[in-house]
């Protein structure tokens, strides 16, 4: 199995524009984390989904902020308009049955 | 409100030494915890778990102990290595792991040759 991959590796855009981040899960998964890692917040949670379908998005940062799960093999973290506080590496997971997190390699987003 | 926390930011140790990584919770609710290691430029990699029901736990050259009276968690690493070097972070879960993880500020580990 190739893993938990994520598209793209480095994202550098400007304020105000869209950005969507990409998620592809380990086959068979079926939860799905999306996380995001800051120096000075560490590795936050954002929101998860069990089955496609969306359990807690309480770490969700704002409004700007937009998760989506068409299917078990696919996820996007959408950030619309984007500024550069949102600046960080954004992580996938993935997980059988809420067993061990197989993380992803992140998207590292510069918003400038 | 509670959190997981690490109680050193950088340890270093001499290569072949043993090496101690400790770690706080406050949530008593907390029944599962997990040891990442994230090297450079990668996401985090799961080393060792633990179950509120243990105390103990053993993998390949790694340790977890959990003290659920003090609320302390660690990880001890035998005869470290180069390619030990890397962040540590301990993570938090309730429920067994079926939900998000909660991680600590993570402790970095320098192996001195």
């Known amino acids: 199995d190739a893993g938990v991959i994520q598209s793209p590796r480095h994202e550098v855009t400007e304020m105000g524009q869209e950005v969507t981040l990409r998620c592809k899960p380990i086959?068979?998964?079926?939860?799905l984390f999306w996380y995001r890692q800051t120096m000075m917040r560490g590795l936050e949670l954002l929101i998860y989904?069990?089955?496609?379908?969306?359990?807690?998005d309480s770490g969700m940062p704002e409004d700007r902020f937009s998760a989506k799960m068409p299917n078990a093999s696919f996820s996007t973290l959408k950030i619309q308009p984007s500024e550069p506080r949102d600046s960080a590496v954004y992580f996938c997971?993935?997980?059988?049955?809420?067993?061990?997190?197989?993380f992803g390699p992140g998207t590292r987003l510069t918003v400038l | 409100g509670e959190s997981v926390g690490l109680h050193l930011p950088t340890l270093s140790v001499q290569e072949g030494d043993n090496s101690i990584i400790n770690c706080a919770y406050s949530?008593?609710?907390?029944?599962?915890f997990i040891w990442y290691k994230q090297e450079s430029g990668k996401g985090p990699q799961f080393i060792i778990d633990?179950?509120?029901?243990?105390d103990k736990r053993q993998g390949q050259r790694v340790t977890v102990l959990l003290n659920k009276t003090v609320k302390h968690l660690s990880l001890q690493i035998a005869a470290t290595q180069p390619g030990d070097s890397a962040v540590y972070f301990c993570?938090?879960?309730?429920?067994?792991?079926?939900?998000?993880?909660?991680f600590g500020k993570g402790t970095h580990l320098i192996i001195q040759p």
């Open positions: 993570a938090e879960n309730i429920g067994g792991g079926a939900d998000g993880l909660t």
């Open positions: 633990i179950r509120s029901n243990m």
């Open positions: 949530n008593s609710a907390s029944d599962y």
């Open positions: 989904f069990n089955n496609n379908v969306p359990i807690d």
């Open positions: 997971a993935s997980s059988d049955r809420g067993s061990e997190q197989f």
């Open positions: 086959s068979g998964h079926d939860y």
